[in-house]
T-cell receptor, first 114, second 111 residues
Framework: GAVVSQHPSWVICKSGTSVKIECRSL??????MFWYRQFPKQSLMLMAT?????????EQGVEKDKFLINHASLTLSTLTVTSAHPEDSSFYICSARDHSEKLFFGSGTQLSVL | GESVGLHLPTLSVQEGDNSIINCAYSNSASDYFIWYKQESGKGPQFIIDIRSNMDKRQGQRVTVLLNKTVKHLSLQIAATQPGDSAVYFCAEVPTAKKVTFGTGTKLQVIP
């Protein structure tokens, strides 16, 4: 199946700093990628839809200035958590659809903000 | 396409037995469904999919059943193994619309 690579797999940062997470589709082009947040023992919560070459579409309640998304190419989307605070600590996951509509996920990034 | 966070239901199964994980979906217009397996600390892994023009699809040790009348999806795992322990999500994919995820079921395999 298609491969979606997410990096880093975990990151620890100080409060107030920014963290960038990368999501790459390795063997297919993805005009659309998705970013999720997941709390322990809970399901995936869609944060935003990343559109190649245009602005991301954010879900209700997600601060676009807090979670910056850039989708500059057909294989790369980035999520930057700006001025991170402890409440931003979470598991962040990206996904992308291939040409057959199958949705593949990255391995996730565990963010811990001290 | 977001799923409200809830505490996960748990299914405990003896090793070697068959497991059945159920999922109810909401959108009758959904025409594509996917089952995922998520191990702790990892991203969801694609298991099997089914389109709405099918009632059943089989993979290696897994079978997905789709009942469109009652909007119900199930995942059957044959001869469950300890490595099958994980959280399982269903996803419904309406054409050109956002994916909606089920709340997930935690499968515990008892050796």
């Amino acid at each position: 199946g298609a491969v979606v690579s997410q990096h880093p797999s975990w990151v620890i940062c100080k409060s107030g700093t920014s963290v960038k997470i990368e999501c790459r589709s390795l063997d297919f082009q993805a005009t659309t990628m998705f970013w999720y947040r997941q709390f322990p023992k809970q399901s995936l919560m869609l944060m935003a839809t990343s559109n190649e070459g245009s602005k991301a579409t954010y879900e209700q309640g997600v601060e676009k200035d807090k979670f910056l998304i850039n989708h500059a190419s057909l294989t790369l989307s980035t999520l930057t958590v700006t001025s991170a605070h402890p409440e931003d600590s979470s598991f962040y996951i990206c996904s992308a659809r291939d040409h057959s509509e199958k949705l593949f996920f990255g391995s996730g990034t565990q963010l811990s903000v001290l | 396409g977001e799923s409200v966070g809830l505490h996960l239901p748990t299914l405990s199964v003896q090793e070697g037995d068959n497991s059945i994980i159920n999922c109810a979906y909401s959108n009758s217009a959904s025409d594509y469904f996917i089952w995922y397996k998520q191990e702790s600390g990892k991203g969801p892994q694609f298991i099997i999919d089914i389109r709405s023009n099918m009632d059943k699809r089989q993979g290696q040790r897994v079978t997905v059943l789709l009942n469109k009348t009652v909007k119900h999806l199930s995942l059957q795992i044959a001869a469950t193994q300890p490595g099958d322990s994980a959280v399982y999500f269903c996803a419904e994919v309406p054409t050109a619309k956002k994916v909606t995820f089920g709340t997930g079921t935690k499968l515990q395999v008892i050796p």
